[in-house]
Nanobody, 126 residues
Framework: QVLLVESGGGLVQAGTSLRLSCAAS????????CGWFRQAPGKEIEFVAA????????YYADSVKGRFTVSRDNAKNTVFLQMNSLKPEDTAVYYC???????????????????WGQGTQVTVSS
């Protein structure tokens, strides 16, 4: 069982930055793939970024590539999402998610994840 708790959301102006954190419980955290998803009002949940458990490879949605960076600190059981050059269209509830241990896959689909956080709101004003 992995419990995930996101933090770091808030209200910011366009062009600024935020860093989201996802604190995870569990002794096997380093063996879980981790991802960030978001859901805007009236829209379906969408993939944002992910980092695998093997070589720390990262994956990004085209809409955030070059602006967002996902990273993980296994010693602290934490995954981060650094968001730069924020745009109003980035406004959403952001969710952290984790796969089962030693999962191998592209990590870009919500149905590949087993554990989910409660979400943190990010609002970007123009």
């Amino acid at each position: 069982q992995v419990l995930l708790v996101e933090s770091g959301g808030g209200l910011v102006q366009a062009g600024t930055s935020l860093r989201l954190s996802c604190a995870a419980s569990g002794r096997t955290f380093s063996s879980h793939g981790c991802g960030w998803f978001r859901q805007a009002p009236g829209k379906e949940i969408e993939f944002v970024a992910a980092v695998d458990w093997t070589e720390g490879r990262s994956y990004y949605a085209d809409s955030v590539k070059g602006r967002f960076t996902v990273s993980r600190d296994n010693a602290k059981n934490t995954v981060f999402l650094q968001m730069n050059s924020l745009k109003p269209e980035d406004t959403a509830v952001y969710y952290c998610a984790a796969t089962t241990p030693w999962y191998r896959g592209t990590l870009t689909s919500a149905n590949q994840y087993t554990y989910w956080g409660q979400g943190t709101q990010v609002t970007v004003s123009s």
